[in-house]
């Protein structure tokens, strides 16, 4: 068919240059007035998705602990001894049988992580077969594996990978008080792999971790500015793990996580906001402001990786509380 009667039928906008967020603009949404920032929030929210849908993710940690990298908060980095073991790689069945116990759970996606700085080439056929087997299940797929090279996305994307988690953790400003065995371009680099070799791109951080409001709004206007955004973007509350060099940093007042989710949603309004790690220690009701606020997913089952999460039934009952149920993403 000819392009021009297509769009005479439904006119094509002409597409706007994506807005690009400056550090003190991030920094001003989160500090407008709270009802403010959660009204503009819902708008934003409601013009886009249903607000009483809820993407479901179940993670499996795939191997656990002894990693070469000394990530501050992290109970798996050898670096610190937090008592979590250094295990080997799950087997593909294993895996495959926690997978179709999250989707009978009701998950939609089921997110592989592996306490690797970058996965080996053996590593990689391992992962290969168990993203084709979840894939098999009918389930989306996502991975988090660390650094990956051009071969390694190619591969994932072949094997049918739809989302690649891969955290910016912080803003460039802070990264360098957290991590020191990468720099924050390595992570950028792996994100652009991802997003060439045409996986969904899933891309937040943590907060909470004694950065300041401007290093927060530095994270947020980080991805918001990435083009394009990623489509998923998990916003973690900082897990306190005894061993790890954060382990008494002061807590995040509540409210001022809900005011992340917020304007992560303001200011990336197509993407899926996941309200991640710490929802085991969030009372039912700021879990209520934060998809007030817009948050849309969330990890579902009893276990991040190493640490606790919400019981399957305590979210069901909350869901159900909030009027809110799952919702399958399309893509
Ligand atoms: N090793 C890979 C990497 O770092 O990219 C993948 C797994 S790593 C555990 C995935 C993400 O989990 C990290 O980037 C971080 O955002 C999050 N995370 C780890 N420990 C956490 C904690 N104690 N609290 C909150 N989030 C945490
Ligand atoms: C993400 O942003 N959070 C998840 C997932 N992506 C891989 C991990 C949270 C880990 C919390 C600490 C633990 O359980 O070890
Ligand atoms: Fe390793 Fe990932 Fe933990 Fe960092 S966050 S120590 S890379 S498992």
């Not at 807005?19 to 934003?44: G, M, T």
């Not at 001894?81 to 009701?106: F, H, I, Y």
């Not at 951080?205 to 300041?212: L, Q």
Request: charged share 20%; with cysteine.
């Amino acid at each position: 068919m000819n392009t021009q009667v297509i769009e005479f039928i439904r006119p094509v906008k002409p597409s706007a240059a994506p807005q690009r967020w400056s550090v003190p603009d991030v920094e001003a949404l989160f500090n407008l007035p709270f009802a403010d920032l959660l009204y503009r929030a819902q708008q934003v929210h409601r013009e886009r998705f249903d607000p009483n849908a809820v993407q479901l993710s179940t993670l499996l940690s795939i191997k656990t602990g002894g990693c070469s990298e000394d990530c501050g908060y992290c109970p798996q980095s050898a670096f610190h001894n937090t008592g979590v073991e250094n295990r080997k790689m799950l087997e593909v069945s294993e895996v495959v049988k926690a997978a179709k116990a999250a989707q009978d759970n009701g998950a939609n996606r089921f997110c592989m992580g592996a306490a690797w700085r970058e996965p080996s080439e053996g590593d990689m056929e391992a992962v290969v077969e168990m993203v084709k087997a979840v894939r098999g299940l009918g389930m989306e797929t996502c991975a988090t594996l660390g650094m990956l090279n051009d071969a390694q996305t190619a591969q994932l994307q072949a094997a049918g990978l739809d989302y690649y988690n891969h955290n910016l953790d912080t803003s460039p400003e802070f990264y360098g008080d957290i991590i020191s065995t990468r720099d924050y371009q390595d992570r950028l680099d792996t994100l652009e792999r991802v997003r060439n070799a045409g996986m969904h791109v899933c891309s937040g951080g943590i907060v909470g971790m004694g950065e300041n409001l401007t290093q927060r709004a530095g994270l947020v206007a980080q991805l918001a500015n990435m083009e394009p955004y990623p489509e998923s973007v998990p916003i973690n509350n900082l897990v306190k793990v005894e061993g790890t060099p954060l382990a008494d940093t002061p807590d995040l007042d509540p409210l001022d996580f809900v005011r992340t989710i917020a304007v992560a949603r303001i200011t990336m309004p197509s993407a899926r906001v996941r309200l991640s790690a710490g929802r085991q220690q969030m009372s039912d009701a700021v879990q209520a402001l934060c998809f007030l606020a817009g948050a849309n997913s969330i990890f579902y089952g009893e276990q991040l990786l190493t640490t606790g999460n919400p019981e399957a039934e305590r979210d069901r009952a909350l869901l159900d509380k909030l009027g809110m149920y799952p919702f399958a993403d399309k893509h």
